[in-house]
């Protein structure tokens, strides 16, 4: 299954056009299914572009799966991550984020910020990707100014300007500040990497399709053919036992979202960008089947926040 070590994890990662599963996902799942056995980040793994799988184990999580990023993003993401934490802890920040989210989605000085933010995100195409150790470094001056901030709000006398979006994480009395700084830069970094891929892939699918003006449709299409996200890292916590396969305690499990958005077995002819399928076929079957945030559903123990 690969390198030492590293197993198979370079040719997963490899850069492919997005609107493709890439070669090594393609070649795997027309020689072994789309539930197959690998070794990837370090870790004996099933990779799955199985929409029944996928939905099994979203279904699951914190009982049968945890979340489980690999180690040196545990340095970018910070240990009080919403993708790191589990169980209670999750709860309780995730709760503020999506508080914080909900609340701010509704004031008309939203838009205008997100119009700005999507202005200045088109501006940074024009820059240089960055290093794992560039980001880390990055991320620890982030968390610094924000701690910063945080000191000096809490000297401050109320009502003085108008409140931001630290302002309303910081009403929450129950934080501790290295949870504050998490969720702020939670909030930064899964709204900043997620909306500066999409928001291009938008303009390129709209270039290539100049008929299309139904752009609600094509933002969803866009989603399913840009794959912002093109997998979930999670782990089995005991033995799992789904139709003939039997997970391992302790295998990493990666439902890869890309791999439902492009089964041709659901979405015919899958890597034509056509926004049209979107009327075509009805909407409880397309959100089975086009999951770009990884579940909808708030009764999950661990629900969307984006
Ligand atoms: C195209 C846009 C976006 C896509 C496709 C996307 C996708 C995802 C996915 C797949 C996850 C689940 C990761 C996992 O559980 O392992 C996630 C989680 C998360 N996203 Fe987004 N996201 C988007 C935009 C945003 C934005 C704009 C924000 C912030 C304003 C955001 C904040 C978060 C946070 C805080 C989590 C962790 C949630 C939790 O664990 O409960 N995302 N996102």
């Given at each position: ?71 040196p993003m545990?340095g970018i993401l910070g ?50 990707k960055r290093d794992c150790e560039e980001i880390r470094k990055a991320r620890a001056r982030l ?42 830069l939670?909030?930064?970094l899964?709204?900043y990497e ?113």
């Amino acid at each position: 299954m690969g390198w030492p070590i590293c197993g198979q994890s370079l040719a997963f990662l490899k850069p492919h056009s997005s609107n493709s599963m890439g070669t090594f996902l393609q070649k795997q799942c027309s020689k072994y299914g789309r539930i197959f056995k690998s070794h990837l980040f370090g870790s004996p793994a099933i990779v799955s572009c199985d929409q029944e799988l996928n939905m099994f184990v979203l279904q699951n999580e914190e009982k049968l799966f945890l979340a489980s990023y690999p180690k040196p993003m545990h340095g970018i993401l910070g240990k009080y991550s919403l993708l790191i934490v589990s169980g209670e802890l999750h709860k309780k920040l995730r709760n503020v984020a999506v508080s914080f989210i909900g609340s701010s989605k509704s004031t008309p000085a939203f838009l205008r910020f997100v119009e700005k933010l999507a202005l200045s995100m088109m501006e940074s195409w024009k820059q240089h990707k960055r290093d794992c150790e560039e980001i880390r470094k990055a991320r620890a001056r982030l968390s610094s100014t924000v701690r910063d901030i945080i000191k000096q709000r809490k000297t401050e006398k109320p009502g003085l300007r108008e409140e931001d979006f630290l302002d309303v994480i910081l009403s929450k009395q129950s934080l501790r500040d290295a949870e504050t700084v998490s969720i702020v830069l939670d909030i930064l970094l899964g709204g900043y990497e997620t909306t500066t891929t999409l928001i291009p892939l938008i303009v390129y699918f709209l270039a290539h399709s100049p008929n299309v003006y139904q752009r609600l449709k094509v933002i969803s299409e866009s989603m399913r053919c840009g794959n912002v996200v093109k997998f979930v890292h999670r782990e089995a916590i005991r033995d799992v036992k789904f139709k003939d396969y039997v997970i391992p305690s302790g295998w990493k499990v990666l439902p890869v979202l890309a791999g439902v958005h492009f089964d041709p077995s659901l979405h015919e002819n899958p890597s034509e960008f056509n926004p049209r399928r979107w009327s075509n076929n009805d909407k409880a079957t397309m959100s089975k089947t086009v999951m770009p945030f990884w579940g909808r559903t708030a009764t999950l123990p661990r629900r969307r926040t984006c």
